[in-house]
């Protein structure tokens, strides 16, 4: 068997459809048992966090009830 060189991967995916990029990524997901999950959520996080000017923001430590 063959093997491709990523380059080779790279210009068969990049000739696909999305419809067929969908179903690739379904396939691989079925054959390794594995979940494509974006990570958006986690690069956008610390983002969130460092709204203070890179400063710790400080602990509520008092409330009202």
């Known amino acids: 068997m063959a093997t491709l ?15 067929e990029l969908s179903e690739l990524v379904k ?3 079925e054959k390794f048992d594995v979940k494509a999950a974006a990570p958006v959520a986690m ?3 610390p983002a969130a966090g460092d709204a203070g000017g ?4 400080e602990e509520k430590t008092e409330f009202d009830v």
Do not use: M
Not at 11 to 17: G, L, M, N, V, Y
């Open 5 to 19: 060189t990523n380059e080779e991967i790279i210009e068969a995916i990049s000739s696909k459809t999305v419809l």
């Open 43 to 45: 690069a956008a996080a």
């Open 27 to 29: 396939a691989i997901e």
């Open 54 to 57: 890179g400063e710790a923001a």
